[in-house]
């Protein structure tokens, strides 16, 4: 109930092409669905979030897919660059409680030149 | 986004003897702060949350008398490995919660157990 499930574990893309992770979970309370980008030997940094009453969301480059009844949500990284090679963690949370991340298990993107 | 100091970003110590890490929150107020812990290639595990001024809630299986949290003010939270011992080695990561209910993570802290 309180797993958040992320594929695929690894990526490789080519400079320019459409970079997309997948995340699904089962807890219909969770309010809150953030995507964390993290480079090796640093902390997680935010991203970009989105609010199940949203379906979609765009910030630059990225953008995050909801589908609510589908309890699935995605991020795409359009033109991916060779900076963007990192691991890529989506999360769920609910806001009013602790706000207690639970995390997917990662993807590590390559971004080849 | 907020700021989140993490310290140190790397230690080493011997085995038996206890590190502290400290976690600031320096431009807002952390009302909740969180610790993880994270493996090689590995997703982030929660170990404890905890609050300003209250005892923090220990994630099952976390041993709260070898992991001690203390959230003492707003902007500053501990945790202390006591007894490190090599299986104690990895990465820690505090995370902090204020007002606008967004959670933002420090640089994290490399501890090694020799």
């Known amino acids: 109930q309180q797993q958040v499930k992320q594929s695929p574990q690894s990526l490789i893309v080519q400079k320019g092409g459409i970079s997309i992770i997948n995340c699904a979970y089962e807890?219909?309370?969770?309010?809150?669905f953030p995507w964390y980008q993290q480079f090796p030997g640093k902390g997680p940094a935010l991203l970009i979030a989105?609010?199940?009453?949203?379906s979609e969301k765009k910030e630059g480059r990225f953008t995050i897919s909801f589908n609510k009844s589908a309890k699935q949500f995605s991020l795409h990284i359009m033109d991916s660059q060779p900076g963007d090679s990192a691991t890529y963690f989506c999360?769920?949370?609910?806001?009013?409680?602790?706000?207690?991340?639970?995390f997917g298990q990662g993807t590590t993107l390559q971004v080849k030149p | 986004g907020a700021v989140v100091s993490q310290h140190p970003s790397r230690v080493i110590c011997k085995s038996g003897t206890s590190v502290k890490i400290e976690c600031r929150s320096l431009?807002?107020?952390?009302?909740?702060m969180f610790w993880y812990r994270q493996f090689p290639k590995q997703s982030l595990m929660l170990m404890a949350t905890?609050?300003?001024?209250?005892?923090?809630?220990?994630e099952q299986g976390v041993e709260k008398d070898k992991f001690l949290i203390n959230h003492a003010s707003l902007t500053l939270s501990t945790l202390t490995v006591t007894s490190a011992h090599p299986e104690d080695s990895s990465f820690y990561i505090c995370?902090?919660?204020?007002?606008?209910?967004?959670?933002?993570f420090g640089q994290g802290t490399r501890l090694t157990v020799v």
């Open positions: 989105i609010r199940p009453d949203v």
């Open positions: 999360a769920a949370s609910i806001r009013s409680n602790t706000g207690k991340l639970i």
């Open positions: 905890s609050n300003e001024g209250s005892k923090a809630t220990y």
């Open positions: 807890n219909t309370a969770f309010d809150y």
């Open positions: 431009d807002f107020q952390a009302t909740t």
């Open positions: 995370s902090a919660r204020g007002s606008i209910l967004l959670a933002f």
